[in-house]
């Protein structure tokens, strides 16, 4: 599975329509600072479901959308179309390539189509589901992640890989939900029927090691992260009650 194209309209620098073709083997973009570079990043981040207006590097959703300048006018809406080889059937759609597109309009209005057809944010984070990309996932390394991890410490690390363990059963929780909701079962998914019964040790796991190294954190990121783990171990108690 790789990228093929990458078409751009109205998104933060890019007023007219731009196209970059994905060949295969390395792609790089250079240019000068302040040409845009950042900005296709931010393009591929937010097409594949990234919600969180910051991690695109604007205040709002719709902030997104190209401003003007003196000599050109602002445009009303900004879209970003990602066109993603699917010839070995990593996505689970029964088409060679997948188009992903997303538009957002100065009012607030959003629409998100897969090959053309409308759907949901949530259609497209399920698309992709366990693939690697989307939103808040490190298929796409930013200059400033680049820099955290280079200043990384063993705390950090031990911190991070928490982290990990926490996504991979906020995934495992997903994906149990979606396959329940189709009356599925549970012996279709079976990492997930195998991995749920150790959720509680886990999350103690996370709760003891948070508090062993919290000294080492920020007060607002210690105060998250025992936050986090509360909640996590609460919603696995019910659930798995429940079930």
């Avoid at 409308?118 to 992640?145: F, N, S, V």
């Avoid at 939900?177 to 040790?201: D, E, N, Q, T, Y």
């Amino acid at each position: 599975m790789r990228f093929k194209k990458l078409e751009i309209l109205g998104f933060k620098s890019f007023a007219n329509k731009t196209v970059i073709n994905f060949e295969p083997g390395v792609t790089a973009i250079v240019g000068p600072n302040g040409s845009g570079k950042s900005n296709i990043v931010d393009s591929i981040r937010w097409v594949l479901g990234e919600h969180n207006p910051r991690d695109v590097r604007a205040p709002r959703l719709e902030d997104v959308i190209f401003n003007g300048t003196d000599t050109k006018a602002p445009v009303s809406m900004a879209e970003v179309s990602l066109t993603i080889d699917n010839e070995k059937g990593l996505l689970p759609i029964s088409f060679s390539e997948v188009t992903i597109g997303r538009r957002v309009y100065r009012s607030g209005e959003s629409e998100c189509f897969i090959n053309q057809s409308p759907c949901r944010l949530r259609d497209i984070h399920e698309l992709l589901m366990g693939t690697g990309l989307g939103g808040g996932t490190y298929a796409i390394i930013a200059q400033g992640i680049i820099a955290t991890v280079l200043t990384f410490t063993p705390f950090r690390d031990l911190v991070n890989f928490a982290g990990f363990i926490l996504n991979f059963f906020a995934g495992l929780a997903v994906a149990s939900l979606f396959v329940f909701r189709r009356r599925l079962g549970w012996r279709k998914l079976g990492v997930v029927s195998f991995a749920w019964p150790l959720a509680p040790a886990v999350f103690l796991f996370v709760a003891v090691l948070m508090t062993v190294i919290g000294a080492s954190l920020e007060p607002r990121t210690a105060a998250l992260a025992a936050t986090t783990v509360a909640i996590g171990a609460l919603f696995f108690r019910f659930y798995l009650r429940k079930s």
